[in-house]
């Protein structure tokens, strides 16, 4: 799944034009990896009213219809690009969120993870960029960023997912983001139907 599985919960996604957030900032300038260690009051900037979207935001429909086919036996692994954890809050067991997670934030000095819930307020509320509890230094959402490696072990897993999978459904993608656009070809090298669910084309 990606960004338009979320956008009936009000998370805007990133190429609708007119919406989308790629269609207001330059990614490389406001969410790479460069910009967060050089400038991070830029990224945190421009995370913030995006941040409130993921925070606010509740399961909707599609989430909770595949909660059911799992429940169901059919769905086996939820594959999903997006990092605003919808698919955990509305039940679904076996997710994998190749992109990260917003729901916890990881110290650049010393590593130790937090939760969202609680450290980020503060931030929301007045732009505050988050410091860690312990040692001062910056929070990083534990979300990718353009530049970043992908999980390598989320990752694996979602390869052997796609290798092995009788049927994937992609839905609420533009298929655009290298590498997460190639597990479609990796069903359909093995095999697999492949249904996709999109409002514009891949």
């Given at each position: 799944t990606g960004a338009g599985y979320s956008t009936p919960s009000g998370i805007p996604d990133f190429r609708?034009?007119?919406?989308?957030?790629?269609?207001?900032?330059?990614?490389?300038?406001?969410?790479?990896?460069?910009?967060?260690?050089?400038?991070?009051?830029?990224?945190?900037?421009?995370?913030?009213?995006?941040?409130?979207?993921?925070?606010?935001?509740?399961?909707?429909?599609?989430?909770?219809?595949?909660?059911?086919?799992?429940?169901?036996?059919?769905?086996?692994?939820?594959?999903?690009?997006?990092?605003?954890?919808?698919?955990?809050?509305?039940?679904?067991?076996?997710?994998?969120?190749?992109?990260?997670?917003?729901?916890?934030?990881?110290?650049?000095?010393?590593?130790?993870?937090?939760?969202?819930?609680?450290?980020?307020?503060?931030y929301l509320e007045t732009g505050a960029i988050p410091l860690c509890p312990s040692c001062k230094r910056v929070l990083k959402p534990d979300i990718i960023l353009f530049e970043e490696q992908l999980p390598v072990r989320t990752w694996q897993q979602a390869e052997k997912a796609a290798r092995t999978c009788d049927v994937m459904v992609v839905a609420g993608t533009s298929l655009e983001v290298m590498p997460s656009a190639l597990l479609p070809v990796r069903a359909l090298d093995n095999g697999a139907s492949l249904i996709i669910v999109n409002q514009t084309p891949t």
């Open positions: 609708t034009a007119g919406s989308g957030l790629w269609t207001k900032y330059l990614p490389m300038e406001v969410a790479s990896l460069s910009t967060f260690r050089t400038h991070p009051e830029l990224f945190f900037a421009w995370l913030q009213p995006f941040a409130s979207h993921l925070l606010s935001a509740q399961p909707n429909t599609a989430h909770r219809s595949l909660v059911e086919l799992e429940r169901a036996g059919i769905v086996k692994t939820v594959i999903t690009q997006n990092i605003d954890g919808l698919h955990r809050r509305a039940g679904s067991k076996h997710v994998l969120e190749v992109h990260g997670t917003f729901n916890s934030l990881t110290c650049v000095g010393c590593f130790t993870q937090f939760p969202a819930k609680g450290i980020i307020d503060p």
